[in-house]
């Protein structure tokens, strides 16, 4: 788990990157002071060193018809299909993010849905996956932060 | 609730986005053999409407010397103090997601941090809010999904 | 809670109303080859005897833009408060149903609300009252059953 | 789930007759100086739309030996078996209310007994339906609300 | 469930065999006024009813090296079994108490045992009868009351 | 804990009177084959050990109208509060058992009540004793075993 | 549970050892002013009474790459399988303590583990065992407390 | 967090200290083929990098009277406290260990008492420090493991 060494001119053109991930490289560029290759063979270094992953939209879900949010415990039969069932679990679009955790449950995933309909047929979907023995739901009333940009921010002031 | 109305040429801009927020344009424009400046102008239009309400990078955490995810349960004194204590975690950058649920907690967050050490910091300046009465906490063993794409995908291929 | 006696002819007249509450006393007279002053008569004497407490419309509530329900379990900072917060959740229309109850919760209530923002805060009010320490709900994915003449036409089978 | 279009003549009909499902049509068109014959249209078209699904008789269960409620908490051993389930759950009578839910239970539902002796009959006749796992049952102490007119006098100020 | 009648002659009798089950019947005569053939009478009467069941000795388990007590709850795999499983729990005479109950046990029982070993040995026995899928411990610190004659006291007040 | 020494002319003794308190010393004699004196010498020696504590009358509740039998668990604000609780508790004749245990609740007692009705008011008279945080109730929906014999002959046969 | 009679001397002879396990004989009888033959035959009695039953080195987990602890609890799916999955567990190195429980679990054990990830695959190692049903894990934020000196001295002392 | 770099002599001595504290420098040294010197020179190096805290002694606490484990969950009123519990925890020898905890307790402690009434006193003692809001306890029926042997001879072995 070594860290990768990233050097103060990285930071400057992540903390860009992360507040807006269209902004051209020249604009980058032009605020570092430095060429505009310059800031393509650091952001490709780090790409490739597996440090920046993606990038990714930020839609508005609720205006997309998507307002419901629910977080779904799962108990498994036997640990042993945790990985047959993360498999199927994938496979269901509604599901975002799924963590193996522990407490009491095996697994615990997000579920963006259209509505309560909705949510208790995608329920039904992770029920019926072999090896899933039981469900629990958490209903979100509102999604009140859901930012990493802070964190970002954050690690690279800290390194 | 009203859906914006979005034409098969958005969904398929969008679809192009997802996978990529730092594409050209241009080359979306020659995908659709439409002009750039249409591209433009929709993505502005879907910008403007909120539809599309920016874009974040995607970090490899773990590099970054962030491998320790945990989910906190709070239980608040009382629910009047929900929006002032949302405030306060607002506050601290390590956590990225937090929602007013329905069961026993009162707002449920997500934590990004270094090591159970940096966690335990970070559940007592959770824990040390005004308002906040007790918390619960869950550790993520493994993040095995995290990924809207697959949902922003189906999204478009179902509107 | 000694018993009202009711014969053969007052059951027959509330299996009909149970099923009508809207049918002409001439009609069910008809049937039951006696007078329509007897029907009267008799169903005077049964609500005199507050058997009969009344009757009520069933309407559909998501045709009515509420298809939300929650049960929602109130946890008292004191049982000496019960009346004082029952006579406040009474206030709020939305709460249909309350008991006092065994078990964990010292209320459970039952809240019909437009959408899951309605329910939070409609939930809120009930966080609200004075004396309430904290609620735990339970969100219904489907309302199978609601139905209430199966168990009326029963009682008289018995009886 | 688009709303059926209602006037503040029906609003005022509906009032009428939640209080009072029995109150001859000749009273409302009396009270709304229409005539008994537009009361008569206009009741008819909101059945017809399926707002007002029918009416329902207010008994005194206590008055007919019905004095104890119980709502019994139910576990499935698979989820794919909640119609198969409902559906046996609706052959009995005791049963007033049952929900698909969130959290713990799969199913929830509200029961009405003569007395501890016949919840417990109930309760054991639910718990022998093949796929029901487990059930928890809390006990009613007092049925300190029942009432779903308020509500729906809000319902009609709101629209 | 017709209350037997008893009355004032009656209460004062039982009133002091809960005190004394070994009391001569003349001093109970002697006390009342009345002759020991009558006392002789009203009790034989009150066994014959059903009121008096029986008399049990005190003894101090502690002194009898019996200073453990817990009480278990059973989970049943089907409540089916309940009678089945409550047979054989009746075969174990650590097991003085048994119920079946609301809540989340099938079964509830108290046990009298040794020590910690013991009370592991006989938790085990009862964890092994056919139908018992699960059982949870709660132990006694104290048994800090253990009275039921202010109860017998109260009851004969109130008749 | 010395273990007070019983013989075996003891345990017959005790075996006897434990299926019967009242039978008289010259009916135990003759079958022991020993003076009715001897009885009565061992009987008072066993008394002034403690080892009989008493003798208690075993009447039939539910005919004497209280069919109603509830576990309750008590949570204190603070446990230095034990001794002052147990005390009011004490003071209430329907409370027949009461424990400080270990596990969720401090303590736990056993409450015979009349009816749902009776029960709620002894279970709201426990919340208001100060001290008193918050109670959980169980309900027994069948006192199936409450048998103390069993447990005193297997006491005696293993000594 | 008879308890082996020790006396002053034996006392202060093991309140020597429990600081220091390495201290050699003639520096404990120098202080008793006793000779090292009599200090060692003590020792060996002590040791052959089963009182002292060995000695273990304290090292530094943490230093040696093992900084996370974590506490699971084991639900069987029959007691009976208790002795063969304790057998199992015991061949698991990682597991440093367990114990058969009250309360909900039927085994509880203590982890030692070197990170996140270790963790998993233990916790997997524990519920992959024949006979284990599931397990609920426990994390330790900060080992604050772990010293058994101080007990053995109280013991020492009150003796 | 670096470990310290060990070679292979270093963990067979440790190897041979594990499974006996008091083995003399000279017999470690025999089998080694190295001087004792060398041996001590070692230690003395483990013992300043950390690594070698210290030894203790295994006594066998039923035969010393202390038969009686429990573990006790606590929850703080504020976490902010933590600190100050924690050293008031110290100060009952009782508790041998102690750790903060995410899930529902603030502090999980580990405690060995007499038998049940003097853990009910000890118990006592930790819900009477200031800042303790409630505790919960788990009996330990048998303490089937307790052993870091095989866990030390795993790290050497791993390293």
């Given amino acids: 788990m070594a860290k990768f060494k990233l050097d103060e001119i990285d930071h400057q053109i992540l903390d860009m990157l992360i507040d807006n991930t269209r902004i051209p490289f020249t604009d980058i560029a032009k605020k ?3 060429s505009a290759g310059t800031v393509h063979v650091r952001v ?13 939209l930020t839609l508005d879900y609720v205006k997309l018809g998507y307002s419901f949010i629910a977080y779904v415990g799962i108990f498994l039969e036997k640990t042993s299909q945790t990985k047959f069932v993360l498999e199927r679990i994938n496979e269901i679009p509604y599901v975002t993010v799924a963590h ?9 995933c997000k579920v963006r849905a259209q509505d309560t309909k909705h ?4 329920i039904f979907m992770i029920d019926d996956i072999e090896g899933v023995s039981r469900t629990e739901t958490m209903i979100s009333l509102e ?3 859901n930012d990493k940009k802070r964190l970002m921010h954050k690690i690279f002031q800290e390194l």
């Fill in 44 to 56: 490709k270094k780090m790409e490739e060193a597996g440090i920046i992953r993606g990038s990714s």
């Fill in 143 to 145: 999604e009140s932060i």
């Fill in 32 to 34: 570092l002071l430095i």
């Fill in 100 to 108: 193996i955790t522990t407490g009491k449950f095996n697994i615990f």
């Fill in 119 to 122: 949510a208790k047929d995608i």
